[in-house]
């Protein structure tokens, strides 16, 4: 029988439907997440450093893209 958990606090929470009973050996294996993650690699991509933009690009994009009025 195998049964999925996460850890909390450094204990194995299962879900409540799992009927082990008390004292049963039981064997846990650890499956770490993948080292390639498709999204994580597209977004490190795109979040380069800009040092060409301007240092108040983030709060006044919208006066940098259509022309907005600058904010402070």
Known sequence: MTYSGKIKDGVVVLPPDAQIPE????KVQFEP?????????????????R???????????????????KKK
Not at 33 to 49: L, Q
Not at 51 to 69: C, F, I, L
């Open 23 to 26: 004292g049963a050996e039981v």
């Open 33 to 49: 997440a993948p080292e390639f993650d498709p999204f994580v690699d597209a977004a490190r991509k795109v979040a380069k450093p």
């Open 51 to 69: 040092p060409h933009w301007p240092d108040d690009y983030v709060v006044n994009h919208g006066h940098y893209v259509s022309g907005e009025p």
